[in-house]
């Protein structure tokens, strides 16, 4: 009798997790990336230090900068990155939310697969729960007046609270929603707001509350030339996409001289086009050209002597939003420009700031492109004040949107939990179990706030528990350690953080959940040894 032979079908360089120890393997590598990041959660959150193989630091406690700038390598892990960037792109915070939750689901569904509960009853369980919970989350939650301005600083407020902002979150709350207000455009569908119309700029030096909403844009730019006035009072700004320069011939192109009078016929022929050029944009009546190209030295003279203020190499980017601001219109062709082409602003001033210069173009006429100016000690504390405002712009953005808010400090997750166990009293099968342990999972979110504030979670959780019989908007105050009404509190947060976290949470784990096989192939670096992608531990991660 002959001895059976192994078959390979896969080369030696690949490995391959089975069954169980994948799933293992997998739910492991996912939680240990929550758990990286739930400390940074609530208003006392921790930071993280992240430094690069370079040195580069970043300090932050924001959900997806923290998971970007680490180097994830397990695949598993890197799909929990992938939520972080999904809620950020959707929403622009509840980062930490997501990935938190989706750990917690993942940890949940492991003690139903040690009860030999097969993982598609568990998926299908938890996408019962999530769709209810959606509908649910639409149902409590609670219609805005988009032009309650105490009601739209205390969502701003809410985003910003925890992210090194503290000290000046008043201030800063009051920017974004001016900021916002001014750049939304209502439409017969609702009110649409672009963040993209809101530039950011940092500066360094001077304090975070001395940071400003400038009505207009500012350009880290100088004026081309000592000699141009450094402010102009009521603007007429001309936007130039073309170059103040003679264009060279795009083919080898010889001229030949041979008289000095030839050559100096030759250089007064270049001075007459370029003041020809000058005397166009004067026509026009601007006070002020802001050019996407070059402006050559002799029309910089000819600019400075009829005291036109003009800066040069201006991005595309800002070039779109100063039409935005100031109403101008970019002209390609200097015989096109004419005064109804010119943007107006109250105020363009060059301020010079230790080495640096800023130009400002300020109190623009109901512009829709604004500027928020951070000031801040540091580049790492200016860089945590840009996250945190990005934060707030993109739940004030999201409110407005949607028009629906929910309460903030875990409340809302104690009552979705509560009403998808009363949801569950009408679920049959197995499915059952899995959409007891996502009701489960919600709870996560108001310990782990306790948790990070020093409070006893088993406390509060029984507390929120009770209080929700009556009040359904009772949460945390990591403050005083009370339970209180979060909606009078003024902890509100916008209907999409919640339903784009669930929704995020609950797809990233029934994926992973539905993985019962892992093959994975070496890099085949340097000597043919590299390392797997697939590691040994999910600690490799």
Not at 368 to 376: D, E, F, H, S, Y
Not at 384 to 408: F, N, P, Y
Not at 460 to 479: C, Q
């Amino acid at each position: 009798m002959t001895d059976k032979q192994p078959i390979y079908i896969l080369p030696e360089n690949v490995q391959r997790m089975i069954g169980r120890d994948a799933q293992r393997n997998n739910i492991l590598a996912a939680r240990l990336v929550a758990d990286t990041v739930k400390t940074t959660l609530g208003p006392k959150g921790m930071d993280k230090m992240l430094v690069s193989a370079i040195g580069d630091i970043v300090i932050t406690n924001d959900g997806v900068t923290i998971l970007e700038e680490m180097e994830i390598e397990h695949p598993a892990a890197k799909m929990m990155v992938e939520v972080a960037k999904t809620q950020e792109e959707a929403v622009g915070d509840g980062t930490t939310t997501a990935v938190v939750l989706a750990g917690k689901l993942l940890e949940n569904a492991e003690k139903l697969l040690d009860q030999k509960i097969h993982p598609t009853t568990i998926t299908k369980g938890y996408r019962i729960a999530a769709e209810k919970s959606n509908e649910i989350l639409n149902r409590i939650s609670t219609k805005i007046n988009a032009k309650d301005f105490n009601l739209l600083k205390n969502i701003a407020t809410t985003a910003m609270t925890g992210k090194g902002a503290e000290t000046a979150k008043e201030k800063l709350s009051e920017i974004i929603v001016n900021a916002v207000a001014t750049v939304a455009e209502e439409t017969p569908s609702g009110i649409i707001v672009d963040s993209s119309n809101i530039k950011i700029e940092k500066k360094k030096g001077q304090g975070i509350e001395n940071s400003e909403l400038i009505k207009g844009i500012v350009l880290d730019k100088e004026r081309v030339s000592s000699d141009m006035p450094s402010s102009v009072q009521n603007a007429k700004i001309a936007l130039i996409d073309t170059a103040l320069e003679l264009k060279s011939p795009e083919t080898d192109t010889k001229i030949q001289i041979s008289t000095p009078e030839q050559l100096q016929a030759f250089l007064d022929q270049e001075e007459r086009l370029l003041k020809a050029m000058v005397e166009k944009i004067k026509k026009s009546g601007a006070t002020v050209i802001l050019c996407q190209k070059g402006i050559d030295d002799v029309a910089q003279y000819y600019l400075a002597k009829s005291n036109i203020l003009a800066a040069r190499r201006i991005s595309k980017n800002d070039m779109e939003k100063l039409e935005k601001a100031t109403g101008g219109k970019i002209v390609s062709n200097l015989n096109e420009l004419s005064e109804k082409e010119l943007g107006f602003a109250g105020l363009v001033e060059e301020k010079k700031e230790g080495d640096e210069s800023l130009l400002y173009i300020r109190d623009c006429k109901n512009p829709k492109a604004v500027t928020i100016l951070i000031r801040g000690g540091t580049e790492h504390v200016i860089d945590e004040i840009e996250r945190a405002i990005k934060d707030g712009i993109g739940d004030l953005s999201a409110s407005l949107q949607d028009v629906k808010i929910v309460a903030g400090g875990g409340a809302i997750e104690i009552e979705l939990a509560k009403q998808l166990r009363q949801f569950n009293q009408t679920v049959s099968g197995r499915e059952k179990l899995a959409v007891d342990e996502f009701a489960n999972a919600l709870e996560c979110i108001p310990v782990i706030l306790a948790e990070n504030s020093g409070l006893d979670p088993i406390d509060i959780l029984t507390e929120l528990k009770s209080r929700h019989s009556s009040d359904t908007n009772a949460g945390i105050n990591v403050y005083n350690g009370k339970i209180e009404d979060m909606m009078k509190s003024g902890v509100i947060e916008p209907l999409r953080i919640k339903t784009q976290a669930i929704k995020s949470a609950s797809e990233v784990a029934t994926m992973i959940l539905r993985i019962d096989d892992v093959i994975a192939s070496s890099s085949n670096k340097n000597s043919g040894m590299g390392r797997s992608n697939l590691p040994n531990s999910p600690e490799e991660f």
